[in-house]
Structures are given as structure tokens and as C-alpha cells.
């Protein structure tokens, strides 16, 4: 989130932009864009669940904020690692110096004391010129010793935008690269997150940036999040069952197991065939496979015990 992006729109752009929907499409990518208001690579999906609005008119009004200038086509090559099929526009919101405070009037500025105050009101600091009336009523008298400065709402944000140029003591290899913590781990696993694969993506995004955030654990927690809100999250694979080797099981002798068949095949003709009863064959034959089933079963037990 940039707080300089949301100032800059609620304090520059909404009171010219009177489309309430399209108001609230800028609101939605100002959070996400970084200090410079760039790098925004939503899709009309999410942008849609976040406004509430119907994706048709999401795309009506990008289309219609790109028209006016306010935003403008950012570098594609963001998202240059997403399929193509799956690949959203990167945009930037048009945030020129100018725009970015010299629209606000300094106020923190001391007010020339009075050397010749005309009447009381004068003594109070409040002006009742026609042209002071336009920059507002200051009702706080001027005191050298204890000068009045207020804070410009806007600047104030901006003075606490966090700095990515710095670097913190995260963990890192004997090679200096940065490895994540144990609760980045966790909540990777949390989300069943192939770490290495997003942790490549990650290290791409920032060198496409050229930026080093502040805090290298925090900024990859935000990623793997945001990641897995917008469906774009690299999941660990399970494997399939055709993957998977198969396991080797003893095979288990029985009476009409071509084993069975071949160890009695010369002595097959010295048993009678024929069967006592109608259920199930009962002959000499068939307890005599049964019979050799089970010795080859209990010799080959032997020999794996």
C-alpha cells in the first residue's frame, strides 16, 4: 500500500472526478501501487470483487481513467512470468512531481506579525480580507516564542512511507543471500506453497523493480498472500498415484496358481477328479492343489523370515 498514491487521489483527483464507480476503481489501485504510484497489475476479476462492480463496468472504467489521463499503461514486463492466458495489465497512476504537493499550500510557513494591527479581530490572527477569506480563518494568534506550525496532512504521510532503500539484519546465507524465517516458512506451508518456486518469482519481481524492501520477510509474506487471495500462488504438487512406484508384494500361492499346476502337472493323473458333492469341487484333485498351495505358501515364508 502507498500512502502518497491515496493522498494523491483523495486529495488531488477526487474533487475533479465526479464517476463514484471510477472513484472507487482509482481508491483500489492506488493501495496496491508502490511509492511512485506505478507497478498495479490487477485484474478486472479482483478489482471487481473488491468494489463491488460488475467486471464489464471495471473495464469501462479503466479504460475511461486512462482516457483522462489519470492513469496510464505501466512496464508489462512485471508480469512477464504469468501465462499469457492469465496475464493482467500493469498500470501506473499518473503522478507527476507537481502532483505530489505542489498543490498544497505550505503551511507550515510563520504569518508576518502585524506592526500595525487595525482593531481587535487583527490581534486574534483572523483575517477578513476578501483574498484571506479564500485561504481560510486562522484563529490562533501569532506568538514569536511559540510559532504555530501545522502539519500538511499529506506531507506528514509521506514522511512516514517506509524507506525500501534501507536494509535490515535478515537472515541470509554465507553467500549474503537472504533465506526466509521460520514464520515466512510457516505460513508458506500454511498455504501449501512450493517455497522455492515463489521465492525465484520473488527475487525476479524485485530485480524487475530494482528495489530492496525494508524488510525481506515481511514484503515475501505479503507476496505469498496476495498470491494466494488472486489464485496466481504456486502450489506444492502432489504426487499422483501412477507417480508413485509400485510396491512390490510376495505372491501368494494358490490352488489354481500356475505354481501349483506345474509342481503337480506329473502326478495330476493319480487323483480322481471327480467331485462327491454339487458345491464347490471337493475331489481328490482339488484338495491336492489346495494341499501343494499352502506348502509352497509356508516355504516361501520360511525363506523371508
Given amino acids: ?17 465526479t464517476d463514484a464507480s471510477a472513484y472507487r476503481i482509482l481508491l483500489v489501485l492506488a493501495d496496491e501501487a508502490d511509492n511512485d504510484g506505478c507497478g498495479v497489475y490487477l485484474s478486472a476479476g479482483t478489482i471487481a470483487e473488491r468494489t ?12 475511461d481513467l486512462e482516457t483522462m489521463g489519470i492513469t496510464r499503461r505501466g512496464d508489462q514486463s512485471i508480469v512477464a512470468y504469468l501465462p499469457a ?9 499518473n503522478i507527476t512531481a507537481d502532483d505530489r504537493g505542489a498543490k498544497t499550500a505550505p503551511q ?33 494568534a501569532y506568538n514569536p516564542f511559540n510559532p504555530y506550525n501545522p502539519s500538511n496532512p499529506r506531507e506528514t504521510a509521506r514522511d512516514d512511507e517506509p524507506d525500501t532503500s534501507q536494509t535490515t539484519s535478515d537472515e541470509t546465507t554465507a553467500d549474503g ?5 521460520d514464520q515466512t516458512i510457516a505460513l508458506a506451508d500454511s498455504l501449501n506453497a512450493d517455497l522455492d518456486a515463489e521465492l525465484e518469482r520473488f527475487h525476479d519481481w524485485l530485480d524487475a523493480k530494482a528495489e530492496t524492501p525494508h524488510d525481506h ?14 489464485g496466481f500462488l504456486t502450489r506444492r504438487s502432489a504426487r499422483r498415484p501412477y507417480d508413485r512406484r509400485a510396491e512390490h508384494k510376495p505372491h ?28 464347490g469341487d471337493t ?22 523370515a
Fill in 1 to 17: 500500500m502507498s500512502l502518497r498514491a491515496l493522498t494523491w487521489a483523495i486529495y488531488d483527483i477526487a474533487p475533479t472526478l
Fill in 52 to 63: 463491488g462492480l460488475s467486471p464489464r463496468t471495471v473495464a469501462t472504467k479503466l479504460k
Fill in 85 to 93: 492466458n492469465r496475464r493482467p495489465i500493469v498500470r501506473d497512476l
Fill in 108 to 140: 507550515n510557513k510563520q504569518p508576518e506579525p502585524a506592526t500595525e494591527p487595525a482593531d481587535a479581530d487583527m490581534q486574534q490572527g483572523c483575517n477578513r480580507g476578501a483574498a484571506d477569506m479564500q485561504l481560510g480563518c486562522n484563529m490562533v
Fill in 217 to 230: 520477510d515481511a514484503a515475501f509474506r505479503g507476496w505469498l498472500r496476495r498470491g494466494a487471495d488472486r
Fill in 177 to 181: 543471500q537472504w533465506t526466509p524465517n
Fill in 252 to 279: 501368494k500361492h494358490h490352488a489354481n496358481c500356475e505354481h501349483v499346476l506345474a509342481a503337480l502337472a506329473d502326478i495330476e493323473s493319480e487323483y480322481d477328479h471327480t467331485s462327491p458333492t454339487e458345491f
Fill in 283 to 304: 475331489s481328490e484333485w482339488a484338495l491336492a492343489r489346495q494341499a501343494k498351495a499352502e506348502e509352497l505358501n509356508q516355504l516361501e515364508q520360511e525363506e523371508t
